[in-house]
């Protein structure tokens, strides 16, 4: 919708509650009907959407409304001049529009929508007695309508939209654009579903195009004889490998500044900063900052209250990762023993291949209970980014279970046929493993609540049991579908943390391993060429839109990604270390020291090399120093100005 609403109304949000079998009172409100009266004063379109048994409210806004409500909520957004200002309706000329042409974004009208239909309370001078289904009880004096609503269940839930047009678009020129193998509509994207999602595909995209170079270089490797040769490729194809991936990473960074330059985001939000501004945050702990507010407190007690803060949250933080590091000894290090000792056993390569598939099931099972347990432990912290907190703990607790049976394969077999074939059938099952778990569970989740609706709306209605029960109404199929969520919880992160997780736990396998099995970079190359397809479906089909986030980077997922860089680069060493003979049999050989010397210079050049390539575009430095001379001579002007104007008040009574 434009500014003059020309455009055809677009139903952004969804509102779920439950219908009503009773005729209310005429001394009674009914709360539905309150809250669809509310909905419409506060300047909301409601159409009301009945579905097998439950009802739905969808809204939408025009953009004076979201543009009165964002200068209410003083939000703060870009100007022509290239400063983040507070938002004023009327000077909306002043403020920079959308890609698409729109005066808000995604994240930013979500926000409004929030405020509006939150920010409804009673402001009568009285409680107000409401009435659902024969229940009671009292909307109070300044208190909001909805999360009254909320806590008496009758508000099931709140939820974006879909937008149909938006989405077939998308749909058509994303998830079956087969054609464009890595190219994707980020600008739409970024339109449609909020920066953190814009940014995750865009990596993904940009990662899997410089992939192809790697894994171009494998393939000629696997067709190829090199035959005594062998001993001098592996080594090239490893200082080549490290150097694509520390150039990857770099030049990644100034994709990501130039993207948030063209999206016109003047700011760094930082990986939690999405759940502030949708007000999402949790944190079991009050700062001193908080606790301190509007208290008299004299300096030494307040230098105390902050000692103990920090410390009792570096202590916390030891403690989670003991419990981590010690699970992960106890719990799994038997259990790597006995699936070492079956995998040596059995000697069909079919039975390996299915024991290996029990194994990694076994292991992802017991990882997300893990990762569940790590996110109740890092509530205890007191973190300044709670979200990239859980996510390095997490991917620590993912890294370990993942290759640590790697790592005693190599130890114990010290035969690169032996790590290959264990490679591959991981790198394999894991990759369909993946794919049919997050593809699949969405669409067996939908189904099951398709069927309960139905039965249950058998079962109110037996007279007509007979007659085929149809969804007629788009909203219901939506809210029936399941929500982009992280299996570590809900409370924290969203669906990209698996998405982000499968990346990382990849390319630490491709990467660790990269002499021992250099066609890995091929098998990723594809699967990443596939990923870009099946999460876009993902998202556009099979699940609800998810809230947006205002995370403006990758986070956390930048340092894990350079630690795996690092330990890339000890791994292979240390298999260069042990070239293998005609036999397959490890040997150290003098070219030891050589090696040695190999490892380090990639460690200098890994880095050394970020201060060669700036991570911010020349044209960004550029429009961003630009805006910011522009933003400094118009405070000078109207510093002037104000202080002029000022001396001629004064002077004015004088010569009176």
Not at 115 to 127: A, F, K, P, Q, R
Request: aromatic share 14%; charged share 25%.
């Amino acid at each position: 919708m434009n500014d003059h609403g020309e455009e055809q109304i677009v139903f952004e949000i969804g509102v779920v509650v439950p219908k009503s079998n009773v005729k209310e009172e005429k001394e009674t409100c009914d709360c539905v009907e309150t809250l669809v009266d509310e909905l419409r004063r506060v300047g909301l379109i409601v159409q009301r959407v009945s579905g097998l048994s439950d009802e739905f409210l969808k809204l939408a806004a025009p953009p004076e409304i979201l543009g009165r409500s964002a200068a209410k909520m003083q939000m703060k957004k870009p100007t022509n001049i290239g400063m983040d200002l507070q938002f004023e309706w009327d000077q909306v000329d002043a403020f920079v529009k959308q890609p698409d042409g729109s005066l808000f974004s995604w994240c930013e009208r979500f926000q409004c929508y929030r405020h509006l239909i939150y920010g409804i309370v009673n402001e009568s001078d009285t409680d107000i007695v409401l009435k659902h289904d024969g229940i009671k009880f009292c909307w109070e004096v300044g208190e909001s309508l909805l999360q009254r609503l909320e806590s008496e269940g009758i508000v099931k839930l709140v939820f974006p939209l879909h937008d149909d047009t938006k989405r077939k678009k998308l749909l058509r020129n994303w998830a079956l654009n087969w054609w464009d193998l890595t190219n994707q509509p980020i600008d739409e994207i970024y339109s449609y579903y909020g920066t953190k999602v814009a940014i995750y595909f865009a990596f993904l995209g940009r990662y899997t195009t410089w992939m192809l170079f790697p894994a171009a270089f494998a393939f000629i490797m696997q067709l190829v004889d090199f035959g005594s040769l062998q001993w001098i490729v592996l080594p090239v194809f490893f200082v080549s490998v490290i150097l694509w991936s520390v150039f990857f990473f770099q030049f990644w960074k100034r994709k990501n500044s130039a993207l948030l330059a063209r999206w016109q985001i003047n700011y760094t939000v930082g990986a939690g900063q999405g759940q502030k501004d949708l007000g999402m945050e949790w944190n079991s702990h009050q700062s001193p900052m908080d606790l301190t507010k509007g208290v008299a407190m004299d300096k030494k007690r307040e230098k105390q209250l902050y000692q103990k803060y920090e410390w009792f949250g570096r202590l916390m933080r030891f403690r989670n990762d003991a419990i981590i590091i010690l699970s992960i000894i106890c719990l799994q290090l038997p259990f790597e023993l006995a699936y070492a000792h079956l995998y040596e056993v059995i000697g069909s390569d079919f039975m390996k291949f299915g024991l290996t598939a029990i194994y990694i099931f076994i292991i992802q099972y017991f990882t997300k209970i893990g990762g569940k347990i790590s996110v109740k432990l890092i509530k205890y912290e007191n973190n300044e980014n709670t979200e990239c907190r859980a996510d390095s703990l997490v991917f620590g607790l993912y890294f370990m279970q993942s290759y640590i049976g790697i790592f005693y394969h190599a130890l114990l077999h010290r035969n690169f046929k032996t790590l290959r074939q264990v490679l591959i059938q991981r790198l394999i099952i894991s990759e369909v493993l993946d794919n049919l778990l997050e593809n699949g569970l969405p669409y067996l989740k939908y189904k099951y609540k398709k069927y309960r609706a139905i039965r249950n709306k058998k079962k109110c209605d037996k007279g007509s049991s007979s007659e085929k029960i149809h969804f007629d109404s788009r909203v219901e199929k939506e809210y029936l579908k399941p929500e982009y969520s992280a299996s570590i919880g809900e409370e924290l992160e969203d669906g990209l943390f698996d998405d982000f997780l499968e990346l990382a736990l990849q390319f630490g396998m491709i990467m660790m391993f990269a002499c021992a099995f250099p066609l890995a970079f091929v098998f990723a190359a594809a699967n990443n060429i596939m990923e870009i397809r099946t999460d876009a479906f993902k998202l556009l089909i099979m699940l609800k839109r998810p809230v947006p986030r205002a995370s403006t980077t990758i986070g956390a997922w930048s340092n894990i990604f350079q630690f795996l860089i690092v330990m890339s680069i000890c791994t292979n060493s240390a298999l260069l270390v042990w070239l293998y003979d005609s036999e397959g049999k490890w040997k150290i050989e003098p070219g030891l020291a050589a090696i040695l010397i190999m490892e380090h210079i990639l460690l200098l050049i890994k880095f050394g090399f970020s201060r060669l390539v700036p991570e911010e575009p020349a044209w960004v430095k550029a429009n961003r120093m630009r805006n910011t001379s522009q933003a400094q001579d118009m405070c000078s002007k109207q510093l002037l100005s104000s202080i002029s104007g000022g001396e001629k008040a004064c002077e004015g009574p004088k010569n009176d």
